[in-house]
């Protein structure tokens, strides 16, 4: 496994002595040592603008298409036409829905969600909304899965855009996204797919899902961070969200950061050739984590158990809270998440557990590991031990457990 040690040399993990055993690759992945030398490359040698018409800039161009070309591969985009860079996957949420929410205006001013998308596409309805938009947010089942029944009640002729995730980043839920596109289909809507922590762990096809915008995020490629893209299938209409040059054909305008777009590119392209692999490898790891840690008194999966992302495992404990559990777990230097209290500066558990039906006090339990490449089966024992222990430690400290 050299591909596992240059991963772990690079991150700062030590092979063999279990130093670090980083469980949050939903947050941040490390670039891919393959994609890196290309980066690298391409700060060095590749400074050229993609709109410029000398030689520098046309091999700039050329460089800018290929990476164009590779993403379009990914997720079986009819040409690399389809693919708008941006620069994140928050960047690509906004563009999709208040680019087609405001394009498609004389359709209606209606937009729809799931209860459980992520803050940059409710915030964008939400912005939307203060326009004069109606919102109608899609309840989610207790396992994070949309409801079908309601989704099609609640789309009319003056919806412009749905948004539904392909997969869920807090609960590894995956969406049912063909029955869900046909339904949007059958009323003639657009139906726009975040797909940020699904892809390069599940095989996605925008043409035979029925998607129409789709949005993509590098690092979560193992690319490097500071780019995005947004599929727009031939025939949709947007309008940009940044003005100015004219760039990515007048969707996104400002000068595309060329070695993070090319480092996607090659990300991709790796993402497609060794994600099966990948997928399976991590299944088994996720699966016996679940097996495992679900032993522990008072510990609940939060999401599906089958139509999950095969790199995630969440859980909810009773009695203790995530931010504690976090801190502790990071103790034994193993890095996980929590769902539950806020990057966002607020005590509100997360929107998603509170989606499926926790009640505030379970949300706040939660912990969610995503793994990646540099996990493996040998790390479970001492992780479970970890978890095991950091929930004793937290009960015996909780009013709540009395
Ligand atoms: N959508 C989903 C599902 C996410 O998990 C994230 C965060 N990784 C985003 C969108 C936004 O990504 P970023 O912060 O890189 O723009």
Redesign the pocket.
């Known amino acids: 496994m050299i591909w596992h040690s240059m991963l772990g040399q690079q991150c700062g993990f030590r092979d063999g002595d279990m130093e670090r055993i980083y469980l949050d690759y939903?947050?941040s992945k490390p670039i891919d040592p393959r994609v890196l030398e290309l980066v690298r490359r391409y700060l060095e040698h590749n400074y050229g603008n993609p709109s410029s018409l000398h030689s520098v800039g046309l091999e700039a161009k050329r460089a800018l298409e290929e990476a164009r070309a590779k993403i379009a591969e990914l997720i079986n985009g009819e040409n690399e036409r389809t693919i708008i860079f941006t620069g994140?996957?928050?960047?690509?949420?906004n563009l999709a829905i208040k680019g087609a929410a405001l394009r498609n205006i004389g359709k209606g001013k209606e937009v729809a969600a799931s209860t459980i998308?992520?803050?940059?596409?409710l915030n964008s309805m939400k912005e939307l909304q203060k326009n004069g938009f109606i919102l109608n947010l899609i309840p989610v089942d207790s396992t994070g899965i949309v409801g079908l029944e309601k989704l099609d009640k609640a789309l009319t002729k003056n919806t412009t855009v749905t948004s539904i995730?392909y997969?869920?980043?807090?609960i590894g839920t995956i969406e049912p996204i063909r029955e869900i596109s046909k339904i949007v289909h059958d009323k003639g809507l657009y139906l726009h797919v975040?797909?940020?922590?699904?892809a390069g762990y599940i095989p996605i096809d925008v043409q035979a899902d029925g998607i129409d915008l789709l949005?993509l995020?590098s690092?979560?490629l193992y690319g490097p961070?500071g780019a995005?893209a947004l599929y727009v299938k031939p025939g949709v209409k947007l309008q940009p969200v940044l003005l100015g040059g004219g760039q990515e054909r007048g969707f996104r305008s400002g000068t595309e950061n060329l070695f993070a777009i090319a480092g996607m590119g090659q990300a991709a392209r790796i993402a497609k050739d060794e994600m099966s692999q990948e997928a399976d490898r991590l299944k088994g790891v996720r699966d016996k984590l679940i097996k495992e840690i679900l032993t522990i008194e008072g510990s609940y999966l939060t999401g599906h158990r089958t139509h999950r992302l095969p790199n995630h495992a969440s859980f909810r404990f009773n009695h203790i809270e995530g931010e504690s559990i976090l801190l502790n777990m990071d103790m034994h230097n193993i890095q996980v998440s929590t769902g539950s209290a806020c990057s966002s500066k607020t005590l509100e558990p997360s929107h998603v557990l509170l989606a499926i039906g926790l009640k505030h006090e379970e949300a706040h339990g939660s912990m969610v590991l995503t793994l990646g490449r540099s996990n493996k089966m040998e790390e479970i024992p001492t992780i479970v031990k970890a978890v095991e222990e950091t929930v004793e430690r937290l009960r015996k400290l909780s009013p709540l457990s009395k």
């Open positions: 939903g947050s994140s996957a928050t960047e690509a949420n998308e992520h803050i940059s596409v995730m997969a869920n980043n807090e975040d797909a940020t922590a699904a949005t995020s690092n979560d961070h995005g």
